[in-house]
């Protein structure tokens, strides 16, 4: 079965600090996998687009890891900001010639000055 | 250059009633996507269309029915409303032909039914 799971549910951090979300999935034949910023009741955003061939995306303050072998998958905030705090969603796509696109349920990060 | 487009931003609705929300894709875009997000859930997927037809559906029943007009626009419709509906609703644009990753998600139309 398709399944896109994220850890952990929820976060607080302090402001400035670091911080690591986690995706594990079980999506076959693997496409790509994007990490959304979803501020509460917005669209999703997207942060990173990585496929098969790359283990590492960066945009901004934002690091994105695929390890396709365990298919696992880290989304790295450095210096965290009020700003960061919003859901962070997984999402990762099938290679089936059609539509087959998974979404995690999220990580909700709350970021405190 | 506008971008994916939703209206109404909020709607409440009476259970049993029927809902239309409405979507306007990204210039340059014809296909359109649609998702519902319960609170706390990440997106599940409704359905997709592209020329005017409905192209890919997701788990979701009968009362969910759409449509998509000749300028690309489209339309979610939501008959005999339950309480399990009140979400977000979401539509994605895309261009057809090109990754499914090339896509763009309006701000969203919340929807509550009481």
């Known amino acids: 079965k398709n399944q896109v799971e994220q850890s952990p549910q929820s976060l607080i951090i302090l402001e400035g600090k670091n911080c690591t979300l986690q995706c594990n999935y079980t999506v076959s034949p693997f496409s790509n996998l994007r990490w959304y910023k979803q501020d509460t009741g917005r669209g999703p955003v997207s942060l990173t687009i990585?496929?098969?061939?790359?283990n590492t995306k960066s945009n901004g303050r934002y690091t994105a890891t695929l390890d396709a072998d365990t298919k696992q998958s880290s989304l790295h905030i450095t210096a965290s900001q009020l700003s960061d705090s919003a859901s962070y969603i997984c999402?990762?796509?099938?290679?089936?010639?059609?539509?087959?696109?998974?979404f995690g349920a999220g990580t909700r990060l709350f970021v405190k000055a | 250059d506008a971008g994916v487009t939703q209206s109404p931003t909020h709607l409440i609705k009476t259970r049993g009633q029927q809902v239309t929300l409405r979507c306007s894709p990204k210039s340059g875009h014809d296909t359109v996507s649609w998702y519902q997000q319960a609170l706390g859930q990440g997106p599940q997927f409704i359905f997709q269309y592209y020329e005017e037809e409905e192209r890919q559906r997701g788990n979701f029943p009968d009362r969910f029915s759409g449509h998509q007009f000749p300028n690309y626009s489209s339309e979610l419709n939501v008959n005999a409303l339950l309480l399990g509906d009140s979400a977000l609703y979401l539509c994605?644009?895309?261009?057809?032909?090109?990754?499914?990753?090339?896509?763009?998600f309006g701000p969203g139309t919340r929807l509550t039914v009481t």
């Open positions: 994605a644009s895309s261009l057809r032909g090109l990754a499914d990753y090339e896509q763009y």
């Open positions: 990585m496929t098969f061939s790359e």
């Open positions: 999402v990762v796509s099938a290679n089936t010639g059609g539509f087959k696109t998974i």
